[in-house]
C-alpha cells in the first residue's frame, strides 16, 4: 500500500470513530514479506502526519513484522523501530520477540513506548519482567478470546465424553459473572 493510501486509511479510520491504528510493514507476498525500509518508513510518516492533523489524540502503532513473517532479525527489527521513531510513530511494536533479552535491547533502542503482545506460546512473559524490560504498553490480541474459547471447549468435551459437569466447580455464577462485568 502506497504511503498515500495508508494516510487516507487513517483518515477513514478517523472518520468511523477510531481512536488509534497499528501499521504493518509486511506486505503480504511471502517471496518479499517486508516492505523495503524507505518505503515502511514513507508509510509510518503518512500516517504519523494523518494522525497527527486530526483534531482529537490519535494514537500510531508502527510494526516491525520481522518475527511473524519468517524474517527473525533482531538488528534488522531494531533498525526498522528507530526508523518508524523517527518517521513520527507514537507507539514501536515488534510482535513475536523471541525472549527478554530481545525485549529488553528493542526497548532500550527507542524512546517511544514500546508495545509487547502476549499471547503467543513461550513468549509471553510476566508483566514485572515487561515492565523491567522496558515494555510501556501491553495487548492481548486474541489470546483471551481463546482462553474463553479453550474453556468452552474443555467443558463440552467433558459434558460429551463424560457425562459430568465438573467444569461447573470452578466457573462464577450468574450473580458474580454480573457483578464482575458491572451488571
Known sequence: ????SVAETIRLASGVGLAG???EDSTGNPEAPLYELTLAAERIAAAAEAAHSLPYPFLLTA???NYVRGKPDLEDVIRRLTTY????ADVLFAPALPDLEAVRAVCAAVRKPVNFMVGVKGKSFCLADLQAAG???ISFATSLYRAAMTG??????EAKDHGTFEYLQTTLTTPELNAALGI
Request: net charge positive; proline share 4%; no cysteine.
Open 1 to 4: 500500500m502506497i504511503p498515500r
Open 21 to 23: 491504528a497499528s501499521i
Open 63 to 65: 510494526r516491525a513484522e
Open 85 to 88: 521513531e523517527q518517521a513520527g
Open 135 to 137: 515494555v510501556r504498553r
Open 152 to 157: 468452552l471447549l474443555g467443558a463440552a468435551r
